[in-house]
């Protein structure tokens, strides 16, 4: 069967009788039991998925005007998102054995559409991290390097979209582990404003940050899933009331664009010499193409990262005090009292990554201590937004590097987390100010790709869509 990189494509094939849903599943489970190395389902709806796929051949043989918007489209989640009567463990043993008892509203909406779901991913615990290394499950490798890391936290997202085990994936995005783990790994990766999608049914990291995104080979996948998952859900008070466009019916462009980009971020010291070639060269060429591209003043660059996790760590620190040890999940089998069950059950439960973010938020939310950190970090966030609003004001949108190089090998940072955190210098202002934000294949470096960024201004997702597009 011919690798599929787009949903028109599949649909056709359908539609022409060469090929079945039913083939197609099969052909997905086989090629996740032949990367199997990699480490990236944690768990195949295999028998279950089979099953929908014929229930959907049946359906379109009877009545080809009966099938939803996505029929033929087969996804992958992450295991953060939620599932009615699935397991779901945010990658982390202090979740082992939990079987949700609803389904988050962005699958919920694609189901609805016929919308087949094959897995569920790995992830690093919590979403916390950018190497997918952070699991219980153990590392997932880089497809096109198996001794890379694949990014993260939604690695193995951007993996089961780069092998060819399914045709998208939904991960989610707290301050870039949607579009880091695409840079890393060679295809899409795109975040939406923040409260575009329902945040009902994701397992929260922080919660005024995380988004729901999709990693795809096609910005026309990327736009019409986007479309069936947004618009205003009662079970959550975040998400937004604006009408939502037909992206996938409006991704022309038709103009020359004004773009911004941060010197400051292309001449960082911390940038890779390939992506900081490559990144100019792409300034270069859209100059050529007749788009307006100017260098704009963006003095908050080195404080993003700090106000970032000051603020991360703090709302973690108060969502992740539910998993107790009491209620679900894991109960640590040595405990013999009520507070050793609370102790031990965490300290067994919680990876050191996770732990060391609890413990970090909860230090920066102590008395004496949360005006100093907490109350400034949110001080800058403000300022951050503002000063990108300010830009949007004259710019449709802000090119910058996804991040400051390639994929590195697996381990080489463990005993360094600053390094880690460092890697989500350039995609963290998106969740920051909560604008919408998209990573595009750029070219390679030392043979592992690498990734360039576009973001646009609050609810732009079309154009932003539709601006991709040209550079694909």
Known sequence: MPRYNKLTTIQEDLANGLITCEHLVEYYLDRINATKDLNVYIEVFEEEAL???KALDAKYKNDPTSVGKLFGMVISIKDV??????????????????KSLFTATGIERLLAEDAIIIGRVNCDQFAMGSTNENSHYGPTKNGLNPKKIPGGSSGASAVSVQIDTCLISLGTDTGGSVRQPAAFCGILGFKPTYGRVSRYGLLAYGSSFDQIGVLA?????????????????????TSSSKAVPSYSK???FGKKAKIAYFPTAVEHRSLDADVRNQTLNLIKQLEIDGHTVEGVDFDYLDYIIPAYYVLTTAEA??????????????????????EETYTMSRTE???TEVKRRIMLGTFVLSAGYYDAYYGKAQKVRRLIAEKTAEIFENYDFILMPS???????????NDDPVAMYLADIFTVQANMAGI?????????????????????????????????????
């Open 51 to 53: 099953a929908q796929a």
């Open 81 to 98: 998102l939620c599932y009615k009567d699935h397991l779901v463990t945010a990658g982390a043993k202090i979740l082992e054995g939990f």
């Open 217 to 237: 080979n096609s910005i026309e996948d990327i736009a019409l899933t986007l479309e069936l998952m947004a618009g205003r859900d009662e079970f959550d008070s």
């Open 250 to 252: 409006d991704l022309n």
């Open 317 to 338: 620190s108060s969502n992740l005090s539910r998993f107790d040890g009491i209620r679900y999940g894991y109960r640590s089998p040595n405990a013999t009292n009520l």
């Open 349 to 351: 439960g919680f990876s």
């Open 403 to 413: 991040a400051p190089g390639p994929a590195w090998d697996i381990g080489a940072v």
């Open 436 to 472: 919408p934000a998209i990573s595009i294949p750029l070219g390679e470096s030392g043979g592992m790709p690498i990734g360039v960024q576009l973001m646009a201004n609050k609810f732009e997702e079309g154009k932003l869509l539709a601006f991709s597009k040209e550079l694909v």
